[in-house]
């Protein structure tokens, strides 16, 4: 079993809102909750302190026990769950919305609770919307020839893709075994010096 703790971020924000509705009864665990006050403790700092170098330090003055690197850590997290003084965070809320419905509809599924799993595809269908419609390129459709060009021939030669799928298997072949012949360092050296 590991001890590494679960970063506050993958918990789920039924639990955590139950932990600010009734700290006692609450299922987390010691750790869990000290990070959660030092992290609503910052919300309230940078509510009066909106720079994030000032809140930063009255933070660390105040929790002199965390690093700089968790403090930044709590700075992150307190922003991503306060969006009153701050930009509001689409991408961290759409993603915690689908993975906790992901979980959920995972568990339904495990109850065998067909209604509640069909609701959570349903809330699924709406939090990941529709495909955004991609104009596609008129060049992409438009026909393409595409040539082959083998050197190691006296002259060359250039030949187009459907031209090489109707030769016979054997000819292709010996074209191919031409194309990838290993050459010695004096062919090289030729190569090189021509």
Do not use: C
């Amino acid at each position: 079993m590991s001890n590494q703790l679960v970063p506050v971020e993958n918990i789920r924000w039924e639990v955590i809102k139950s932990y600010l509705d009734n700290p006692d009864a609450s299922e987390l665990s010691p750790q869990h909750q000290d990070m959660l006050d030092r992290i609503f403790s910052l919300q309230k700092v940078l509510q009066r302190y909106p720079q994030p170098k000032t809140a930063l330090s009255l933070h660390m003055a105040k929790f002199t026990d965390i690093s700089r690197r968790t403090a930044y850590h709590d700075l992150n997290f307190a922003r991503e769950l306060d969006n009153t003084y701050h930009s509001f965070n689409y991408e961290f809320y759409n993603n915690w919305l689908i993975s906790d419905t992901f979980d959920q509809i995972a568990a339904a599924k495990a109850k065998g609770d067909l209604k509640a799993w069909a609701a959570g595809l349903t809330i699924l269908k709406k939090a990941i919307g529709e495909r955004p419609m991609v104009e596609t390129d008129p060049k992409l459709l438009e026909k393409h020839t595409f040539l082959i060009q083998i050197n190691n021939m006296p002259g060359g030669i250039r030949m187009n893709i459907d031209e090489m799928e109707k030769l016979p298997a054997k000819i292709r072949q010996e074209i191919a075994d031409a194309v990838f012949e290993e050459i010695t360092d004096e062919q090289a050296e030729q190569m090189i010096n021509s």
